[in-house]
């Protein structure tokens, strides 16, 4: 999912709490390192015709590279990417980084070369590590033929350090009672990733950036009732960068800077920052880490150090396939009943509530 990067220039900052503001336009937004990619999915998916695709007119859609967000008949706005006629990302190959996938409403179905397949969503997390290459499909099936099927996600791009670029490949499931959630004074913060406080979620794959302390990394999605005040701790380490993403509501303040409209913000992590909701309730997500600082090459689905790693990644999957495809088709869906659960490569399955 995802085929392109933005970053944010880290050099010279300035020592104010709000260091750089970056509007947010359409569905891709700026990163920090060790982050590559963020993309915010929010489709308005209408009834389902019965058979897990829209019931409604595809005409004046760019089907294969549906991106736009076209609104249909009724206004809504929603796109079927690359998928026809179900919605969603057909088999595609990842090398040399990891996919945070975090469902905050609808469903998603996924497949890969391991053999693992998942159906996930309304608050669940999926954790990928492409290593030294996976091939995966991740489709969004409209399960409801009666109503409406929104559909809101993140999916975060974490990069790999050079040594760990050519690992094995990792599959893994986060279900959404499993991932904490800390209530404070009109303040709800979900741990997707990163210790916070006292409270620490599931451990991330072993190769992950994330899996080693000193690296910071942290995912916090934070919703705010309007006026309530979310006090952001300090990282232990003063190299650690920490991006604010303000992408629901009027507006926030950030210690004495007010952000007006969806906006991210490069922000101050050696000390204790307030945010604070203005105007109505706030949601922001954090990412959070300690760069890993390597030359980054990246050609579509493949983020390795240099121009030699990639070209060596296309010949790989060329003749490897990064395993091949064991599904009978590109999209794969996991049936109509709306049942979240995960089957991996070693035969084992699991689910909510296990």
């Known amino acids: 999912m995802g085929d392109s990067m933005t970053a944010i220039d880290t050099n010279s900052l300035p020592t104010d709490t709000v260091q750089q503001q970056v509007p947010l336009q359409g569905i891709h937004w700026p990163t920090i390192d060790p982050f590559l990619f963020i993309a915010h999915h929010l489709d308005e998916y ?11 007119s595809l005409a004046g859609r760019e089907l294969g590279s549906d991106f736009a ?10 796109r079927m990417y690359h998928g026809n006629p179900i919605p969603g990302f057909p088999a595609h190959p990842h090398r040399g980084f990891e996919t945070v996938t975090y469902i905050r409403q609808g469903i998603a179905d996924h497949a890969d070369s391991l053999g693992a397949a998942a159906r996930f969503g309304d608050g669940d997390v999926q954790w990928v590590t492409a290593g030294r290459g996976i091939v995966h499909s991740e489709m969004f099936p409209l399960l409801d033929p009666d109503g409406p099927n929104t ?5 975060i791009w974490l990069n790999l350090p050079r ?8 599959f893994s499931m986060l279900w959404a009672d499993h ?25 991330p794959p072993p190769a992950s950036w994330a899996s080693a302390v000193e690296a910071e990394v942290a995912v916090w999605h934070a919703r705010l009732d309007e006026g309530a005040v979310w006090t952001l701790p300090p990282t232990r380490r003063d190299d650690t960068l920490r991006m604010l993403y303000f992408f629901r509501g009027t507006s926030v303040a950030v210690d004495a800077t007010t952000l007006s409209g969806p906006t991210a913000a490069l922000i101050a992590s050696d000390a204790d920052v307030q945010v604070r909701a203005v105007d109505g ?3 922001v997500l954090i990412l959070q880490g300690r760069p890993i600082a390597e030359p980054v090459a990246q050609y579509g689905p493949f ?8 070209e060596q990644a296309y010949r790989d999957y060329q003749a490897t396939g990064f395993g091949g495809w064991p599904w009978s088709d590109d999209g794969p869906v996991h049936g109509a009943e709306r049942v979240r659960f995960a089957r991996y490569p070693d035969g084992s399955s699991d689910g909510p509530g296990t």
Do not use: C
């Open 46 to 56: 209408p009834e389902s015709d019965g058979a897990f695709a829209p019931n409604a």
């Open 69 to 78: 967000g076209t609104p249909d008949e009724q206004g809504r706005r929603w």
């Open 151 to 155: 559909l809101e996600l993140f999916q």
């Open 163 to 170: 040594a760990d670029k050519m690992t094995d490949p990792h």
């Open 179 to 203: 991932i904490p959630v800390v209530r404070d004074s009109g303040v709800e913060v979900t741990v997707v990733a990163g210790t916070y406080g006292e409270v620490a979620p599931a451990p």
């Open 281 to 283: 309730a706030a949601t």
């Open 303 to 310: 983020v390795m150090n240099d121009r030699a790693g990639i």
